[in-house]
């Protein structure tokens, strides 16, 4: 017991910077197995500027069409080395299975002449258990 | 009373050893999986100047300069930029442009100037830089005003 406490202290010190700092957006794979029409992800979008930015969640098909998902919250703002969660709930549409890629995007200097989206995208398959 | 401090701590220090000499060893397993994992990072924006002959607008003329992007990655990821859709060009400017984003990356991954997607299966940083070039045919030419373009640099 003593053994599993040290263990589950020292992963959680040692992952927790990994998961609070040194991503943009985690996970980036992902196999969901569901039993409903649709299917949910969670995802945790990482500031790594040492300022505030706008960020935004988009979900598209393989195809980069925009997939008609509930993401909450889809739009906020991001405290610098900070990260939140995000949920993302796709529906199958009625098919068996289905791969959508998840975006953050974020235009950390807008108002310029030649602005950069950076857009961190994880591809997440869905398959429907019946 | 030094005499028998001095007894104390030899046979603290002999119970010590007696000790460790009795203690057993357990391994003590830790595991942990990377999943792929990609930061970009903007640094600068870039800046598109117009060539003398007015018929290119680009981060690659005299003067102008290219976005800067540090990436981060464990590998297994893809880099890529998105045609551009979006562009605010001034009212004077009615005649059609070809614009055509395109990065190269220096560092852990050497990148050669491209504008199509490249697989990165190794890990480590770059420094990316993103170009974008307007060009007009004919007589068409670039007109006095702001031109503002967005380039989306996607890692998946």
Redesign the interface.
Same mark, same amino acid.
């Given at each position: 017991m003593k053994h599993a406490r040290i263990l589950a202290t020292a992963l959680a010190v040692g992952l927790a910077p990994i998961a609070a700092k040194a991503q943009s957006m985690s996970p980036m794979r992902g196999e969901i197995n569901s039993f409903t029409d649709v299917f949910a992800v969670r995802v945790f979008p990482a500031n790594p500027y040492d300022r505030k930015i706008r960020v935004e969640i988009h979900v598209y098909d393989q195809d980069f069409q925009p997939v008609d998902a509930r993401v909450s919250p889809n739009v906020f703002q991001l405290a610098s080395q900070a990260s939140r969660s995000v949920l993302v709930v796709v529906p199958f549409d009625g098919a068996a299975e289905r791969k959508v890629r998840i975006c953050t995007e974020s235009i950390p200097f807008p108002n310029q002449q030649t602005q950069i989206r950076a857009q961190i995208c994880g591809k997440f398959f869905g398959r429907r258990k019946s | 009373m030094s005499l028998v401090r001095a007894a104390c701590a030899a046979a603290l220090l002999v119970a010590g050893i007696d000790e460790a000499a009795l203690a057993t060893t $357990?391994n003590?397993i830790?595991n #942990?999986t990377i @999943?792929? +994992?990609?930061? =970009?990072? /903007?640094a +600068?924006? #870039? !800046?598109?100047t117009a060539s003398p002959d007015l018929q290119s607008l680009s981060?690659h003329n005299g003067g102008g300069s290219a #976005?800067t992007?540090t990436l !981060?990655t464990t590998g297994g990821?893809s880099l890529s930029v998105?045609p551009v859709t979006t562009m605010t060009v001034p009212s004077a400017d009615s005649t059609s442009t070809t614009w055509t984003p395109t990065y190269s990356a220096a560092g852990a991954h050497a990148i050669g100037e491209t504008g199509s997607a490249t697989s990165i299966t190794t890990p480590g940083a770059d420094l990316v830089s /993103?170009h974008?070039a307007g060009t007009k045919g004919g007589s068409n030419r670039f007109a006095n005003g702001?031109? $503002? @373009?967005? /380039?989306? =640099?996607?890692?998946?």
């Amino acid at each position: 017991m003593k053994h599993a406490r040290i263990l589950a202290t020292a992963l959680a010190v040692g992952l927790a910077p990994i998961a609070a700092k040194a991503q943009s957006m985690s996970p980036m794979r992902g196999e969901i197995n569901s039993f409903t029409d649709v299917f949910a992800v969670r995802v945790f979008p990482a500031n790594p500027y040492d300022r505030k930015i706008r960020v935004e969640i988009h979900v598209y098909d393989q195809d980069f069409q925009p997939v008609d998902a509930r993401v909450s919250p889809n739009v906020f703002q991001l405290a610098s080395q900070a990260s939140r969660s995000v949920l993302v709930v796709v529906p199958f549409d009625g098919a068996a299975e289905r791969k959508v890629r998840i975006c953050t995007e974020s235009i950390p200097f807008p108002n310029q002449q030649t602005q950069i989206r950076a857009q961190i995208c994880g591809k997440f398959f869905g398959r429907r258990k019946s | 009373m030094s005499l028998v401090r001095a007894a104390c701590a030899a046979a603290l220090l002999v119970a010590g050893i007696d000790e460790a000499a009795l203690a057993t060893t $357990q391994n003590v397993i830790f595991n #942990g999986t990377i @999943a792929p +994992t990609c930061t =970009l990072v /903007v640094a +600068t924006n #870039g !800046t598109m100047t117009a060539s003398p002959d007015l018929q290119s607008l680009s981060s690659h003329n005299g003067g102008g300069s290219a #976005g800067t992007v540090t990436l !981060t990655t464990t590998g297994g990821v893809s880099l890529s930029v998105d045609p551009v859709t979006t562009m605010t060009v001034p009212s004077a400017d009615s005649t059609s442009t070809t614009w055509t984003p395109t990065y190269s990356a220096a560092g852990a991954h050497a990148i050669g100037e491209t504008g199509s997607a490249t697989s990165i299966t190794t890990p480590g940083a770059d420094l990316v830089s /993103v170009h974008l070039a307007g060009t007009k045919g004919g007589s068409n030419r670039f007109a006095n005003g702001n031109y $503002q @373009a967005t /380039v989306t =640099l996607r890692c998946e």
